[in-house]
């Protein structure tokens, strides 16, 4: 088992098939994702772990393969103490890597921006409050509340903060005191990003999500990039409202879950 530095990451490109995979992998070979990953062979791999610091587990390979990577869950997983987990691997792979361990499966839907944004969220916006970019205006929202919430979320998805200061981006609602949802750019690489999106909770079922999302949206299309939503698929507020900013479903596919202490 060898452990990739990151610029030797695209190595490990064609072992993950699915646009949802690609999406992640290629996030990782920019650099502009958080990952450690291991390989049977350093100069041609046939099998691959990734383990992105946080709660996703990534394994590719034969299970004859990927059975050493037992080892990255006993000595990096495990001791990080991430709670749910979930592991993106075949049958025959996640009971390889994680035997012993109780292993549900869950499904999850993925969606790709498909037509052109939202017309007129800016006049949907409730009175008191207003939709700024937190790259553009990170200062000024820093003084706000909730504004530690934004940026646990930004680095748990970025290496570093000023990682997602260079290369991404994201919109948050407020008022003049705090941020109430935010929507951020994860998973960046060359003309394509995932969304993270947050409400607090006294703030939910107001619309909130979808205008901030709205405008997320907008500045993708404003500048050449394929937004994608990724969501469990019981998740029907989540689902909701990417259906309402004009997101199309592409693929349901579904994963392992684990709790790890």
Not at 60 to 75: D, H, I, M, T, W
Not at 109 to 119: D, I, L, N, S, T
């Amino acid at each position: 088992m060898h452990e990739l530095p990151s610029h030797q990451t695209h190595r490990i490109r064609s072992l993950f098939d699915g646009e949802h995979l690609a999406l992640v992998i290629d996030a990782i070979v920019a650099v502009n994702s958080p990952a450690a990953v291991w390989v049977d062979d350093a100069s041609a791999p046939r099998a691959a772990a990734i383990w992105d610091g946080a709660h996703c587990v990534y394994v590719a390979g034969p299970a004859g393969r990927v059975a050493a990577f037992r080892e990255v869950v006993s000595q990096h997983v495990g001791p990080a103490g991430p709670g749910l987990v979930k592991i993106y691997a075949t049958d025959a792979a996640a009971h390889a890597v994680f035997a012993g361990h109780d292993l549900k499966r869950a499904e999850r839907v993925f969606y790709r921006a498909g037509q052109e944004p939202m017309a007129g969220w800016r006049h949907k916006l409730p009175a008191g409050l207003e939709i700024s970019s937190i790259t553009e205006e990170f200062d000024r929202l820093g003084a706000l509340g909730n504004f530690s919430d934004v940026t646990s979320e930004v680095e748990s998805c970025w290496p570093s903060m000023a990682d997602f200061r260079r290369a991404g981006f994201g919109f948050c609602a407020h008022d003049a005191g705090s941020i109430v949802c935010w929507c951020t750019a994860e998973y960046v690489s060359d003309g394509r990003c995932g969304i993270g999106i947050e409400t607090i909770p006294p703030f939910r079922s107001r619309g909130l999500a979808t205008l901030t999302a709205s405008a997320f949206v907008e500045h993708c299309a404003a500048h050449g990039i394929t937004p994608y939503w990724d969501s469990w698929s019981s998740n029907a507020p989540s689902v909701a409202v990417a259906e309402k900013v004009g997101f199309r479903k592409i693929e349901t596919y579904s994963i392992f879950v684990a709790n790890l202490p």
